[in-house]
């Protein structure tokens, strides 16, 4: 796979370069196959995951479930292409990851995922209102600052738009990620433990927004969560135990 940089366009491509219809995998916004994850440690080789295959398709909205360590955010780092796997193979919005280097992979994040990490990784120089609006401009938006503005509206932080994340509580920088994560209006939504940080009001309060989002735009939600409450509104919920993976599908 190959993707081409316009130097008129300011390196900006259209997704279809990187989406091909004839991709076995395009009906499903991720897929992968036989994944495999493998690290060397102080005590030998560690299997994180083994040999997991899943599709997952556009709109639906989706629990990665399991104990501390089970490899819940490997998992999440691997379907959004931030880390690569030690076998199989991953598709996301049709592409296939394994055939595209690393400004490939980065330009389809931008273009079509949102990401929360478990650690907010918000840019600390930037206000919270700079922070929602830095993909937007980078996307070409019109009127990213309103854009923004709105989005803090939605998280409850609008009040707090000038603030840089050191101002911030942990569940306020936490909201500031998700309005972030959502700028680019993404197709896919991957997030480490949404409502982690957040009160039972709070939390609840984000899992409206994000499930909101999911019905509006059709926003695929891929959502490691510890919180019943948070796995419960998914469709389906996939548990990692010892590397492996188990399906339920919920009522
Ligand atoms: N680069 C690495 N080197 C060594 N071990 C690693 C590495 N990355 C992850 N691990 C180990 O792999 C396992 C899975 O980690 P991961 O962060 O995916 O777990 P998790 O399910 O997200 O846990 P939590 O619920 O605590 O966030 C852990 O035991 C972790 O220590
Ligand atoms: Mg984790």
Same mark, same amino acid.
């Given at each position: 796979? !190959?993707?081409d940089?316009?130097p008129?366009t =300011?390196?900006?491509?259209?997704?279809?370069?990187?989406?091909p219809?004839?991709?076995?995998a395009?009906?499903? /916004?991720? *897929?992968v196959e036989?994944?495999?994850?493998?690290v060397?440690?102080p005590?030998?080789?560690?299997i994180?995951?083994?040999?997991i295959s #899943?599709s997952?398709?556009?709109g639906?909205?989706?629990?990665?479930v399991? %104990?501390?360590?089970?490899?819940?955010? &490997?998992?999440?780092?691997?379907?959004? =292409?931030?880390?690569t796997?030690s076998? =199989? !193979?991953?598709?996301?919005a049709?592409a296939d990851l394994g055939?595209?280097?690393?400004?490939? !992979?980065?330009?389809?994040?931008?273009?079509?995922?949102?990401?929360?990490?478990q650690?907010?990784?918000?840019?600390t120089?930037?206000t919270?209102?700079?922070?929602?609006m830095?993909?937007l401009?980078?996307?070409?938006?019109?009127?990213?600052?309103?854009?923004?503005?709105?989005l803090?509206? *939605?998280?409850g932080?609008k009040?707090?738009a000038?603030?840089?994340?050191?101002?911030?509580?942990?569940g306020e920088?936490?909201?500031?990620? /998700? %309005?972030?994560?959502?700028?680019?209006?993404?197709?896919v939504?991957f997030?480490?433990?949404? &409502?982690?940080?957040?009160?039972q009001? +709070?939390g609840? !309060?984000?899992?409206?927004?994000? #499930?909101?989002?999911?019905?509006?735009?059709? +926003? &695929?939600?891929?959502?490691? +969560?510890?919180?019943?409450e948070?796995? %419960?509104?998914?469709d389906?919920v996939?548990?990692?135990?010892d590397?492996?993976?188990r399906?339920r *599908?919920?009522g």
């Open positions: 796979m !190959r993707v940089h316009d008129g =300011g390196g900006q491509v259209s997704v279809a370069a990187v989406a219809l004839d991709n076995p395009a009906a499903c /916004i991720a *897929r036989n994944l495999g994850k493998e060397v440690s005590e030998g080789k560690l994180i995951l083994d040999g #899943f997952i398709a556009q639906e909205s989706v629990a990665v399991g %104990a501390s360590g089970s490899g819940k955010s &490997t998992l999440l780092g691997l379907l959004a =292409g931030l880390d796997p076998r =199989g !193979r991953v598709w996301l049709g055939e595209m280097d690393e400004d490939g !992979r980065a330009l389809l994040r931008a273009q079509r995922v949102g990401f929360v990490f650690s907010f990784q918000l840019l120089g930037l919270a209102l700079e922070n929602v830095l993909p401009e980078l996307a070409g938006q019109p009127d990213p600052r309103r854009q923004a503005l709105d803090l509206d *939605r998280v932080l009040a707090r000038r603030h840089y994340p050191s101002q911030l509580s942990g920088q936490q909201r500031v990620a /998700i %309005a972030r994560a959502f700028a680019g209006n993404p197709a939504l997030a480490d433990e949404p &409502t982690g940080n957040l009160d009001k +709070t609840h !309060r984000i899992i409206e927004l994000l #499930f909101a989002l999911n019905r509006e735009q059709g +926003t &695929t939600l891929i959502l490691v +969560t510890h919180d019943p948070l796995a %419960a509104y998914c389906r996939l548990e990692l135990d590397g492996r993976l399906e *599908r919920e």
